[in-house]
Structure formats: structure tokens, C-alpha cells
T-cell receptor
Framework: TQLLEQSPQFLSIQEGENLTVYCNSSSVFSSLQWYRQEPGEGPVLLVT?????EVKKLKRLTFQFGDARKDSSLHITAAQPGDTGLYLCAGADLTSGTYKYIFGTGTRLKVLA | EADIYQTPRYLVIGTGKKITLECSQTMGHDKMYWYQQDPGMELHLIHYSYGVNSTEKGDLSSESTVSRIRTEHFPLTLESARPSHTSQYLC????????????FGNGTRLTVT
């Protein structure tokens, strides 16, 4: 079974600071997705990265897929309190032939005003 | 807008009771999933389904059972609830393609006393 490790696990920063969250695996994924979850709600998709080396931007969020498709990063510029939440990466497990989604260990972000 | 619905949102129940958590989606998705999540932590897959009459166990062992008699409906049942079952249960759905994103409900927060 493929595993996804995220770092850091917790992050508390001041409004206006930049941050990067990492999602790493020893296995290759055909694609990776990033979700954000707010308290009391289900995760919501932010982006899907498919091609090795791909970079996608969503306003102040920049997502990158590693060249070898084993890792991904999420960079937030000038963080705002509204960015607070649990960030999860996820990939389809192709090794078992079932294509079920595996989620990363999560990064809990708190942005202080 | 919510295209995947979970009821109840909150449930407090005594040990030994039988419970069913409901999940319905209106998007015509073939694949549906149940994840278990402790607050702010990673998601663990407990059941999934590729379509009607298809159900599979996930990576996390669970005493719950599921059924998929209709495409839009994927209920989860616990025959005899125990305090160890206290958690948040998230239902999700997706199209059949392995890169299709997951759409999550807002979860059921279960407390077994």
C-alpha cells in the first residue's frame, strides 16, 4: 500500500507570512490532489496535479508536482486567517488495482490575525 | 451547494445500540466511500463501492457494514455501537475515472457513551 507523509503536521503563523506544506511518498502516483477541510465540514478539493513538474496557481496558493511524481508541495503567499484549516494531499492507489484514494497525514494550519 | 448529503450531522447514542448513518448523492457518481476521521487528523478509508451491489472493505478495519442497492445511496450500519466507535464519519463520491476528485459530505459526528 502506498503512503503519503505530510510535513509539517502543525503550523501556526502570523497573517502575511509565507508557508510551504510538503506531501511525500516513496511511490509514484498518477496524480495528486490537495484538499482543505474546515472544522465541522468535509474536505473540499483545491487542485489536481497530473503531470510531473506541473505547477498550478490558485490565487495565493501555488501547487507543484514533483518531476518523479512522488511528491508535491503547496505554497501559500501572504497567509490570511481565512486560510486556516486542515490541508490534505491525496492520491489514487494504483498498486492494489482498486484505485482507491489514499490521504496524507494532514497539515493543520492556523493563521493568526 | 451540497450534492452529497449525510444524516444525521450529530449522533449521541448508548453502547450496544444499532445505528445507520445515511449518505446520498445526486451527481450520478459510480464510486462512493466511507472515511473515518478523528478531529483534525488524517482520513482512514473503511469502505468503498464501485457501483450498485459492489462493496469492499478499506484499509482500516471496521466493525461496520455497508450496502449499495441504489447508485445514489450508500448507508453505513453499526450493529452494536461501542465507545471505540466514537469518531467522525465522512462519506464521499466520485466518477469512475481514477483521477476524478472526491466530493465529500459534511460528516456525521458520532459519540457512543
Amino acid at each position: 500500500t502506498q503512503l503519503l507523509e505530510q510535513s509539517p503536521q502543525f503550523l501556526s503563523i502570523q497573517e502575511g507570512e509565507n508557508l510551504t506544506v510538503y506531501c511525500n511518498s516513496s511511490s509514484v502516483f498518477s496524480s495528486l490532489q490537495w484538499y482543505r477541510q474546515e472544522p465541522g465540514e468535509g474536505p473540499v478539493l483545491l487542485v489536481t496535479v497530473v503531470t510531473g513538474g506541473e505547477v498550478k496557481k490558485l490565487k495565493r496558493l501555488t501547487f507543484q508536482f514533483g518531476d518523479a511524481r512522488k511528491d508535491s508541495s503547496l505554497h501559500i503567499t501572504a497567509a490570511q486567517p481565512g486560510d486556516t484549516g486542515l490541508y490534505l494531499c491525496a492520491g489514487a492507489d494504483l498498486t492494489s488495482g482498486t484505485y482507491k484514494y489514499i490521504f496524507g497525514t494532514g497539515t493543520r494550519l492556523k493563521v493568526l490575525a | 451547494e451540497a450534492d452529497i448529503y449525510q444524516t444525521p450531522r450529530y449522533l449521541v447514542i448508548g453502547t450496544g445500540k444499532k445505528i445507520t448513518l445515511e449518505c446520498s448523492q445526486t451527481m450520478g457518481h459510480d464510486k462512493m466511500y466511507w472515511y473515518q476521521q478523528d478531529p483534525g487528523m488524517e482520513l482512514h478509508l473503511i469502505h468503498y463501492s464501485y457501483g450498485v451491489n459492489s462493496t469492499e472493505k478499506g484499509d482500516l478495519s471496521s466493525e461496520s457494514t455497508v450496502s449499495r442497492i441504489r447508485t445514489e445511496h450508500f448507508p453505513l450500519t453499526l450493529e452494536s455501537a461501542r465507545p471505540s466507535h466514537t469518531s467522525q464519519y465522512l462519506c464521499a463520491s466520485s466518477y469512475a475515472s481514477y483521477n476524478s476528485p472526491l466530493h465529500f459530505g459534511n460528516g456525521t459526528r458520532l459519540t457512543v457513551t
